[in-house]
């Protein structure tokens, strides 16, 4: 399946391409980056399987997770999508529209969450209509909330994943 482009003002939403692997693993190696996902930096060869799982996500399920590079100089700064991890999480949220996004350090600050996760949305109701979506985020991870906050997902529940704090939040 082909991975829809979409275009914001400054990004670009592309699907990811083998020669992603250098910036998505520098992104995904960065303690900080990771901090509130999962708690530690990821081993190029788990990032080279995100992105075998993103690809499958496309291709299985008709959506998946772009990346995101900046329109004005082609730079990788994130990623940004939807997914069907199932997840052993309670309450379920298997079979929902899970929204997700992670940003470079250099890209943090600058509103590109935001504007992809609205582009994103945006799609989202065209390819699954009005239906609910959810996310997860760390509680400590303030940031993601406010992204969330913004593109109208609310708190819905705390609860545990992976042997930590979680919440779920829904729009």
């Known amino acids: 399946m ?9 990004l670009r939403l592309r699907g990811h391409r083998q020669d992603d692997l250098r910036d998505c693993a520098a992104m995904w190696g960065d303690a900080s980056v990771t901090r509130y996902i999962g708690g530690k930096p990821f081993a190029r060869e788990d990032v080279w399987a995100r992105m075998l799982r993103y ?3 496309w291709l299985w399920m008709g959506f998946g997770y772009w990346a995101v ?5 082609g730079s990788f700064v994130g990623e940004v999508g939807f997914a069907d991890f199932k997840r052993e999480i309670e309450p379920s949220i298997e079979g929902l529209p899970e929204m997700g996004w ?21 799609w ?9 979506g959810v996310c997860l985020i760390h509680p400590e991870n303030a940031a993601s909330i406010r992204v969330a906050q913004k593109c109208g997902y609310g708190e819905y529940k705390r609860t545990m994943y992976k042997g930590q704090s979680t919440i779920l939040f829904e729009r």
Not at 124 to 131: N, P, S
């Open 124 to 132: 989202g109701e065209t390819r699954f209509g009005r239906t609910r």
């Open 55 to 57: 690809t499958g996500h």
């Open 102 to 122: 992670v940003f470079a350090c250099p890209a943090q600050g600058k509103g590109y969450a935001t504007e992809a996760v609205r582009a994103a949305l945006n």
């Open 69 to 73: 590079e900046e329109i004005a100089t």
């Open 2 to 10: 082909d991975v829809p482009v979409i275009e914001t003002q400054r």
